[in-house]
């Protein structure tokens, strides 16, 4: 009895899990579409002062929001990797096509 307990527990658990994502997973993609945005934005970038760049950033995350927002899919496949995840985040909502040389 004990042991059917566990099992249950287990399977439970693993009910639970699925789907969650850790969080430093989520910031370490945030990051690689971060730095991929500032090397895409590099130039305008450049051109803007030092006190504007922040709401740059947040601009441009707040993309990703209002497409999940407006029900577009950000995935069209589930991703297999961080470096997955973020490509297809970069396509999906910035048009942006994520070679791993540029990162």
Same mark, same amino acid.
């Given at each position: 009895?004990?042991?059917?307990? #566990?099992?249950?527990?287990? +399977? ?5 899990? +699925?789907? !969650?994502?850790?969080? @430093? ?5 945030? $990051? *690689?579409?971060?730095?991929?945005? =500032? &090397?895409?934005?590099? %130039? ?5 002062? @030092?006190?504007? &760049?922040?709401? $740059?950033? *947040? @601009?441009? @995350?707040? #993309? *990703?929001?209002? =497409? ?11 991703? *297999? %990797?961080? /470096? #997955?995840?973020?490509?297809? &985040? /970069? ?6 096509? $994520? !070679?791993?040389?540029? /990162?």
């Amino acid at each position: 009895e004990e042991n059917e307990d #566990d099992e249950k527990k287990k +399977k439970k658990k693993k009910k639970q899990k +699925k789907g !969650q994502v850790k969080t @430093m997973t989520v910031n370490n993609v945030f $990051l *690689i579409v971060a730095r991929k945005l =500032c &090397i895409h934005c590099a %130039s305008e970038i450049r051109q803007k002062e @030092m006190a504007t &760049i922040p709401a $740059l950033a *947040i @601009m441009k @995350m707040k #993309d *990703i929001f209002e =497409c999940i927002l407006n029900g577009n899919k950000i995935f069209l496949t589930e991703p *297999i %990797s961080k /470096l #997955d995840a973020a490509a297809q &985040i /970069l396509h999906q909502v910035y048009d942006i096509e $994520l !070679q791993e040389t540029t /990162l």
